[in-house]
């Protein structure tokens, strides 16, 4: 191949790559990455008040980091993420293993079944999760006392709520746990488990020893956007807990909403969301580091 | 035996208690939705209803309920057609073309799954560059706003699709003087049928829900998406939980109907795509 | 400007596909709108709405209204934002919390041109005040409401608690505990309901000790400066916190939302609650029960009730309106004492206007509206509104946080009070 011939293919290569990615690249860039860009830039200048449009730089970012109660958010936002990821990757886990033994009409229904909380808009699946759950005008509560239990308050305390807000994430967003491992299992090929049986390898063995190691990428994606999930919804924790007791189960995403739509303070919101922003990808990032150094 | 009886046992108990504790507020809302006004909120509670009836149903149908349901299921198809098209091309690209800055857009890509996710608290600044772009309050606002929201997803999965798919497929196209995107569609694309399905669901569910945009950047009532008129229920005068579950329990149906049709899809889909990372 | 419609066209490209364009239909002026009613609606108030303005175009044939209904939690926010960027509707109605802070940034016109000066006089109140400066009229109110004690008179009636004889807290205290059925876990129904969330929540007791009495060490300085470490406060939230103790009021209630609040109240768990007016038609239809009464906050003295927080929607015109005169007729057209006669009887809304009032005695004194008539006597003899431009927001929170110090934690009131005032306080800036 001659050096021309080289090049003019790098450049129909080039030419051609970056024809195909530019519609998305054009709609990403304009209508997802401009409006965040131009939140940043409108987060550096005083918002409303006397002195607006005077440039404040990096001193509001300052400020929302070292309120106080902000490490009480940061404290109840890892909380409430990690607790609702690890108890929906372990559930979804066992609902997958479950449906990945049934025969195909019950495995097809049960799918469906499963993921309609997620396919339900958050704000009315926290209304109507609250309601049933929570209040004592909901079943739930009801049926305990019917069978003699007493009916708790899950909101007495502070950790009741906490267990309160991280259930609602799990009832949320289990069933899209189940469909992504569920995936998971069908992509591993049955004669691995075939020649593990030949082996004389036992059930448990086989799970530990084929089922798990190969699963760790389904688990791990999973994981990360379930994560992005919790860390963003704000419907959650501002309907099924308000934030209350005392601020227990405020998470960044509810603080954000309280700046803007409570205390009308749109500067700090927006700063504390650009914030939030940053810790996102930083996980992303993490994530992709993650899934790269498990194809070495 | 008796101890496989047990486990069996054991098995269904526990599909059983998942299914009621998924469904379970979930029908309670939709069986709300029947009852007369003043007995949705009762104590202690009446699981049996006195009465049902489609009064709620009759009041949202009179509201603009379905012009709004209308909209956003215009919105959603295109959400879903737009992502498809330019995410599949972008997804080819980023899977079987290395050209310079390919990195970037992966990352462009990746990052935008969690901006998108976490789009709700930056409205007031998508606001005011949506009035300076002239966008705001017009009929192209949403479905852009919403392919932007998920276009991200959808790259993503259909590129870990392509993946799978044996380049030597390609190759072959390549010799019978095929051009890159006559191979795309007419022998790749065919091939993630299932991984279309899935990144189908994921856009027509993301559309359809979204409520934050919905609310801020349109103002003209016959732009108004469906999760908007759902919430104007929980009014300044209190919510209307009669309408409310009512709207709430209408708008679950385009999404079960949209599970029917692709939902075949979206474990395999994924099982050939995205899990694999 | 010409990048802009590069991209424009460039965007249209993408997605347009599927859609049809809107008909535009615009040979008259068009009234643009911002409200939180859907004139098509379906509520009371919607259709009254809705009338109004069929008649206001009906009278004048050259201008069309466009009403956009808007999320009512965010249309204030929403409307600031929109003035800035130059887009705003040519009518608003501003929720009277956000007033001081909306007339500040200058984004309401003048429309005193709309009235006579019989009009203002009879439109007058301490909220129309508080949109009033120097001659210049920036808002006429809409939907008045005031804070109170709103009660089944059922329950009243079994309990054999007459509603004219709460006229001090400790009536209050005695009655919430007789109206109380059950205790502990078997509650069957509480004497008061409280909302003492953190989120949504209605301003109750606390804010009532806080304002009453408060002449020479207000509650909220000129600016909005808190100051609440006081002994009324104190006593304010040692009141919340016995009725909570002593079982008449739910605990449960620290985490309730407004809303939730007002469920209990429509599922018959709660005698009374500390609500606001504006919600009783709404009540009345939940509870299936027209015989709602309203109740105002007692106070030390029986002679008079607390003082406590009123507000309105104001209506309004953007400055930035092309069509200021047309706009400003519709506000006034909208409050006209016609119109405010069908707010009334028809929308279950508080008249706007005195002679409204007077003239529709009889109806606001029929069983069914009769928490019409306390509400309105309310606001006219101890409705409070913050000083002018005073930006209180959040307030509400931060109360609630000190009284579930007290409640849940034990905390020193006053040292409860402290803390919550200096968050509220730093926040501001004050």
């Known amino acids: 191949m001659t050096i021309r011939a080289y090049l003019t293919g790098g450049l129909r290569r080039n030419g051609h790559g970056l024809l195909y990615v530019a519609p998305t690249v054009l709609l990403l860039v304009l209508l997802l990455y401009g409006p965040a860009v131009s939140g940043f830039y409108q987060s550096l200048f005083r918002l409303g008040g006397a002195e607006a449009g005077a440039f404040v730089g990096l001193d509001v970012y300052r400020t929302v980091m070292t309120e106080p109660g902000f490490g009480q958010v940061v404290t109840s936002t890892a909380l409430f993420v990690l607790g609702s990821v690890i108890c929906t990757v372990a559930l979804g886990f066992a609902i997958a293993l479950y449906i990945n033994g049934l025969d195909e009409v019950s495995a097809r229904i049960l799918q469906i079944w499963v993921i309609i909380p997620w396919a339900i808009s958050s704000v009315v699946g926290a209304l109507l999760f609250r309601w049933f759950y929570m209040s004592d005008l909901g079943l739930f509560r009801e049926m305990l006392r019917w069978i003699g239990l007493p009916a708790v308050d899950p909101m007495s305390s502070g950790t009741g709520a906490m267990i309160a807000l991280i259930l609602s994430a799990v009832w949320k967003k289990l069933g899209f746990a189940v469909i992504l491992l569920l995936s998971g299992l069908k992509a591993i090929p049955q004669d691995y488990y075939e020649a593990a049986r030949i082996d004389g390898a036992g059930a448990l063995q086989r799970f530990r020893e084929i089922t798990v190691p190969l699963l760790m990428g389904p688990l791990l994606i999973s994981s990360v956007v379930l994560g992005i999930a919790d860390l963003n919804t704000v419907e959650l924790p501002l309907i099924v807990t308000g934030g209350g007791p005392l601020d227990s189960t405020t998470t960044v995403a509810l603080s954000i909403y309280q700046k803007a739509f409570s205390q009308y303070d749109l500067q700090r919101a927006i700063t504390l969301a650009i914030i939030t922003f940053v810790v996102n990808i930083i996980l992303v990032t993490l994530y992709v580091r993650s899934v790269r150094g498990q194809h070495k | ?277 | 400007m010409n990048t802009n419609t590069t991209l424009r066209g460039l965007m249209a490209a993408v997605a347009l596909c599927a859609l049809t364009p809107l008909a535009l239909h615009a040979q008259q002026t068009t009234i643009r709108m911002w409200t939180f009613l859907n004139p098509e609606g379906s509520t009371v108030r919607e259709k009254v709405l809705g009338k109004v303005i069929a008649d206001f175009e009906a009278s004048h044939p050259g201008i069309r209204v466009r009403t956009e209904q808007q999320v009512w939690d965010q249309m204030t926010q929403k409307f600031m934002a929109a003035s800035g960027a130059g887009n705003a509707p040519d009518v608003i109605w501003v929720n009277s919390d956000l007033l001081g802070t909306v007339m500040q940034t200058g984004a309401l016109a003048d429309i005193s041109a709309a009235f006579t000066p019989e009009d203002l006089a009879d439109l007058d109140n301490p909220l129309v005040q508080a949109a009033t400066e120097g001659g210049k009229v920036y808002g006429v109110g809409q939907s008045y409401m005031i804070f109170g004690l709103i009660a089944r008179k059922r329950f009243l009636d079994e309990a054999g608690v007459d509603p004219a004889t709460i006229r001090t807290w400790d009536d209050l205290d005695a009655a919430a505990q007789k109206l109380t059925k059950g205790s502990g876990a078997a509650v069957e129904r509480w004497g008061l309901c409280q909302d003492l969330g953190m989120t949504k929540i209605d301003p109750g007791i606390l804010l009532a000790h806080l304002l009453t009495g408060d002449e020479g060490d207000p509650a909220f300085g000129e600016t909005g400066r808190a100051n609440w470490a006081n002994e009324r406060g104190v006593a304010g939230i040692r009141r919340v916190a016995a009725l909570i103790d002593s079982g008449a009021s739910p605990r449960e209630g620290l985490n309730w939302t407004n809303d939730e609040m007002y469920d209990q109240f429509s599922a018959g768990r709660c005698a009374i609650i500390t609500g606001a007016s504006v919600r009783i038609g709404s009540l009345q239809q939940s509870t299936g029960d027209d015989d709602i009464a309203f109740i105002p906050y007692p106070s030390d003295d029986p002679e008079g009730p607390s003082r406590q927080a009123i507000s309105n929607w104001t209506t309004s015109v953007w400055t930035g309106s092309k069509n200021p005169e047309a706009a400003a007729q519709l506000v006034a057209f909208m409050t006209r004492p016609e119109a405010d006669e069908i707010w009334v009887t028809e929308g279950g809304t508080l008249p706007a206007r005195a002679s409204t009032a007077e003239k529709l005695a009889d109806f606001l004194n029929q069983p069914s509206n009769r928490h019409m008539l306390s509400a309105a006597n309310y606001i006219r003899s101890s409705g409070w509104v913050p000083p002018f431009g005073a930006d209180i927001s959040g307030y509400r929170d931060d109360m609630d946080r000190a009284i579930q110090q007290v409640v849940m934690n034990g905390a020193d009131p006053m040292q409860a009070l402290k803390e919550a005032e200096q968050a509220y306080n730093t926040r501001h800036g004050y």
């Open chain 2, 1 to 277: 035996m008796s101890g496989k009886i047990r486990n069996r046992l054991g098995l269904v108990a526990f599909g059983a208690l998942v299914l009621v504790f998924n469904l379970g507020p979930i029908l309670w809302g939709i069986l709300g939705s029947l009852r007369p006004r003043d007995e949705i909120m009762r104590y202690p509670p009446q699981p049996v209803p006195s009465s049902l009836s489609l009064e709620h149903y009759r009041t949202i149908a009179e509201g603009g309920f379905l012009s709004a349901a209308q909209a956003s299921l215009i919105y959603a198809v295109v959400t879903v057609v737009v992502s498809l098209i330019a995410g599949s091309i972008a997804a080819y690209a980023l899977d079987r073309i290395r050209f310079v800055g390919r990195s970037v857009v992966m990352f462009l890509v990746l990052a935008g799954i969690p901006l998108a996710s976490g789009a709700a608290a930056l409205i007031v600044p998508t606001y005011l560059y949506m009035v300076r772009l002239g966008l705001n309050d017009t009929i192209f606002v949403l479905p852009l706003v919403y392919i932007a929201y998920n276009l991200p997803t959808a790259v993503w999965v259909l590129r870990g699709a392509l993946g799978g798919v044996s380049r030597e497929l390609d190759e072959a196209a390549a010799i019978d003087g095929a051009g890159r995107l006559r191979t795309l569609f007419e022998i790749l694309l065919p091939l993630c049928k299932p991984a279309l399905g899935a990144a189908a669901l994921f856009c027509f569910v993301g559309a359809w829900n979204e409520f934050v945009a919905g609310s801020v950047l349109v103002d003209n009532p016959d732009l108004r998406p469906i999760q908007v008129s759902i919430y104007q229920n929980m009014g300044y005068f209190g919510r209307d939980w009669g309408p409310l579950l009512a709207s709430a329990t209408l708008a679950i149906f385009p999404i079960i109907i949209a599970f029917l049709i692709f939902g075949r899809l979206l474990i395999s889909g994924l099982t050939k795509g995205a899990v694999k990372g």
